[in-house]
């Protein structure tokens, strides 16, 4: 239970970041709109200019949201792994030197799924925290193009975008994942589902 406050406590912070940012920047836009109102602005490209930063807050906010996701996502996988992950460790007289968050989120998802036999990639919204993986990843490494091989690219190059709505939208995928993946491990311990 506790577990589930905690993560609620940091999604909220997440939702209301996002919030923040969009009514600041409606805010600014506003503002831009009532100054061009005025005959602040001399010609077309100027307003532009000055509409620019306040369009831009919502996409960085937006991105920054999805990779506070994926951070959180790989960090409670990593964590519910720690159990086969030691154990494995300790059967092979720990010959890698490796800590639990050096490992890679692919290994630590087949730690958990041969450890409490189940299927990750069965649990509802899995999809959804995968594409939160793949567009985070792009941000990280190629500042949002897809990646031309891996990614179902119409055209190259191809430009993966979120927006606050999308942003908001996964929140909500990655709290029920989470509690998706918690219900399945608790199955092997006490049978008392996370709501």
């Given amino acids: 239970m506790s577990r589930l406050i905690i ?3 940091e ?4 939702k209301s970041f996002l919030e923040t940012i969009k009514t600041a920047s409606g805010k600014e836009y506003l503002s831009i709109r009532k100054q061009s109102k005025a005959g602040k602005f001399t010609n077309f490209e100027d307003e532009n200019n000055a509409l620019f930063f306040s369009m831009a ?3 960085i906010a937006s ?11 790989e960090w409670e996988i990593q964590l ?8 494995e460790k300790f059967l092979t007289y720990c010959k890698k030197s490796k800590i639990l968050s050096d490992q890679k989120v692919s290994d630590a998802i ?3 799924e041969k450890h409490y036999q189940i299927k990750v990639n069965k649990i509802e919204h899995f999809e959804a925290i995968e ?3 793949k ?4 941000f990280k490494h190629r500042k949002g193009f897809k990646h031309p091989f891996n990614d179902n690219c119409k055209n190259i190059p191809e430009k993966n975008e979120v927006n606050y709505e999308e942003a908001l939208e996964s929140i909500n995928y990655v709290r029920l994942f989470l509690i998706g993946l918690w219900n399945r491990i608790s199955k092997n311990y006490d049978n008392r589902p996370i709501k």
């Fill in 63 to 73: 991105r920054a949201v999805f990779l506070e996701l994926n951070a959180l996502v």
């Fill in 131 to 133: 594409n939160i993986r």
């Fill in 80 to 87: 519910l792994s720690s159990e086969a992950f030691f154990k």
């Fill in 57 to 59: 807050w919502e996409g």
């Fill in 110 to 112: 087949k730690l958990i």
């Fill in 11 to 14: 999604l909220n912070a997440l």
């Fill in 135 to 138: 567009k985070t990843n792009s």
């Fill in 7 to 9: 993560l609620d406590i």
